[in-house]
């Protein structure tokens, strides 16, 4: 439950903050450069928990539950950072709800969901409920716009003045709870679609203003169990649709993977809602095996769920499941894309993505992450065990679910103590694919460290080494979680609630790597004769040079001459840099170290600082 789950995670927290867990804070104003010292998004009291990400216009938005209110109250604030780290709404959080107050009947306001609004700002979800019996639950959206202002609805119901939200009514009688694993989905034109769970559960959509755009859909028997995921899509007369995909477990003793598509016909709407469409037929399709048409039963679980849009019009579903094979009956990952007019396209069953990746039961630690490749395709990245030791893989299937990078994926890190998590993965500009984990050295209570990787789009193969430490320091994703963003230039953001209670970010930028490839000079020198010298500077990074930098000539360590360059050279590439005049005075005779420094008041942020200079022997006669 709700209060037992918080009562364990604000104990467990607590014993780490009085353990001594606690982080320097550097200035609110920038991305940090110190794994050690991330950028704080709320450094409030007590605990703020939950954190949820999504890139906006101008930056990213974040979420989170939060009790700073003497921890007798629990409210939902959210912040929103620059591509800069610059923190743009009120320090440490604009409030999202806070009640009791106006509409929002009890203490307990708890986040469940957050979207891109198309306007810099976000739209954000959350449940008005009774903690201690579960008596009472009413969802809210609200739009909290780029300049941070708090409004939703014409004229929306009053939360805390003068804040407005629009609750989601889809049953009238009560108990509107959202889900916190299922979110909200944005749709093409700054509304979004709102699931809420039920017996059937129901699905509408809203405008950008609030308006509610469509009537709540239903299917008689239809009830997600945990997973439930929403995939928007525009179809070819630009109408919005939404595919729903969800696990359906009526039966008490067998997981079905449902799927429907949810067309808005936009006819009727403004003058009055629309009427969803199940455009793909009056019955779900089913995307797994049929249990009733197998021998022995497919499938007693599924363990994780998504779905990701094939980009065009269909959707690419991805589980994990215990179906009985010949060979074993461990969890293993498997996928299946469902085209635009609701056809399965991969075998039957789904593609099998993994080899064994668990046991008989569906851990909390094991994660699946799943994104679109632009190409029709997916990128999936999970958990799995091997012995004692968890391993981080990935797999990219093309369009036609064909494996592209190695098989049984491309092993992203081991940990020998059994403690590496995925915790997101996202596709990034330059179309390769980034993923988040934790690494830990210790069970349950975790000092270790957040990693990310970039993953090649042609074969998998990572490209930053061992990994880009995002942060190092005190994190339990038994107790918490992370989340990521693409950063629209390469790299990632991500958010996540470290030890010491509090909303951190941290920036894994797409850098450029400046190194001095060759030093061309005489390697005879005289005194008061000028020579030239041809440094050849090369940038084995990912990025472009943008500004000025210096290189500097150095002979045993004394600086002979220094000339400034501007935004050269570019990724990938290297330029050659002449030194004219170049005078050697007051030489000893013998042999002398000539070396060249690049950016030696390191104006440019690199991938690497330690690899700028290189040097030649040269005499001096």
């Given amino acids: 439950s709700w209060t037992m789950a918080n009562t364990i995670k604000h104990s467990a927290i607590l014993l780490l903050t009085l353990a001594g867990f606690t982080l320097p804070l550097p ?42 209110r003497e921890n007798a109250f629990l409210d939902v604030y959210a912040q929103k950072l620059d591509i800069d780290g610059e923190t743009l709404w009120p320090e440490n959080g604009r409030v999202i709800a806070e009640g009791p107050a106006g509409s929002l009947v009890y203490q307990w306001q708890l986040s469940t ?88 559960h129901s699905i509408a959509r809203f405008a950008h203003d609030g308006e509610q755009r469509t009537g709540w859909y239903t299917a008689a028997g239809e009830s997600a169990a945990q997973y439930l995921r929403l995939v928007p899509s525009v179809e070819a007369g630009e109408d919005d649709a939404v595919m729903v995909v969800w696990v359906d477990n009526v039966s008490l003793s067998d997981d079905t993977i449902l799927a429907r598509k949810l067309l808005d016909p936009e006819t009727d709407w403004p003058a009055q809602p629309d009427t969803l469409l199940s455009a793909w037929g009056e019955q779900p399709v089913q995307i797994d095996d049929d249990p009733a048409t197998s021998e022995p039963e497919t499938i007693a679980n599924v363990c994780r769920l998504a779905a990701v849009p094939d ?45 064994d990746v668990m046991t008989y039961g569906c851990y909390w630690w094991m994660e699946m992450h799943a994104v679109a490749d632009g190409a029709g395709g ?39 103590y059994a403690g590496n998590t995925i915790l997101g993965v996202v596709r990034s500009s330059d179309g390769n694919f980034i993923t988040l984990n934790h690494l830990s050295t210790v069970t349950n209570v975790r000092p270790g460290a957040l990693m990310t990787q970039k993953l090649g789009a042609v074969d998998g193969k990572p490209m930053w080494g061992d990994g880009r430490l995002a942060f190092e320091g ?15 230039a390469g790299g990632a953001v991500i ?34 004769k000028p020579v030239s010298v041809r440094i050849l500077v090369g940038n084995s990074g990912e990025a472009d040079v943008t500004g000025s930098y210096s290189i500097g000539l150095y002979l045993d360590g004394d600086l002979l001459k220094e000339t400034e360059v501007n935004d050269i050279p570019a990724a990938g590439t290297e330029t050659t840099i002449n030194l004219t005049g170049v005078r050697i005075t007051d030489p000893s005779p013998g042999s002398h170290t000539l070396e060249a420094v690049v950016d030696i008041y390191e104006e440019i942020p690199e991938m690497h600082e330690d690899n700028n200079t290189a040097s030649i022997n040269v005499r001096v006669k």
Wanted: hydrophobic share 40%; proline share 8%; net charge negative.
């Fill in 311 to 355: 980009g065009a019009g269909g959707v690419i579903a991805a589980w994990v499941d215990d179906r009985v094979r010949p060979d074993t009956a461990y969890f293993r990952v498997y996928a299946q894309r469902i085209d635009a007019q609701g056809n399965p396209l991969w075998p039957e069953g789904g593609v099998e993505v993994s080899g």
């Fill in 113 to 200: 969901g957050l979207a891109d609004d198309g306007a810099g700002g976000a739209l954000i979800a959350w449940n008005d409920f009774y903690a201690p019996y579960y008596s009472y639950f009413q969802g809210f959206v609200t739009r909290a716009a780029s300049d941070a202002t708090v409004a939703w609805g014409d004229p929306g119901e009053l939360i805390q003045p003068p804040d407005t939200a629009v609750p989601m009514m889809a049953n009238p009688l009560g108990l509107n709870q959202l889900s916190t694993e299922w979110d909200i989905a944005a749709d093409s034109e700054g509304g979004l679609f709102v699931p809420v769970p039920g017996i059937p």
């Fill in 378 to 416: 997916v990128v999936i990245a999970w958990n799995e065990i091997d012995g004692t030791s968890r391993l981080l893989r990935a797999q990219r299937l093309d369009s036609n679910g064909n494996p592209l990078w190695a098989p049984g994926g491309v092993v992203l890190d081991v940990d020998s």
């Fill in 474 to 488: 005190c994190f339990s994703n038994y107790n918490s979680n992370a989340g990521i963003a693409p950063d629209g």
């Fill in 27 to 68: 200035a609110l104003t920038a991305w940090s450069t110190d794994p050690a010292a991330p950028t704080p998004v709320c450094t409030e009291e007590y605990r703020q928990y939950d954190p949820r990400i999504v890139a906006v216009d101008g930056g990213f938005v974040v979420s989170w539950n939060d009790t700073r």
């Fill in 495 to 528: 958010t996540f609630e470290a030890c010491d209670n509090n909303i951190y970010a941290s920036r894994t930028e797409v850098r450029a790597d400046l190194t001095v490839n060759k030093v061309m000079a005489p390697r005879m020198l005289r005194e008061d």
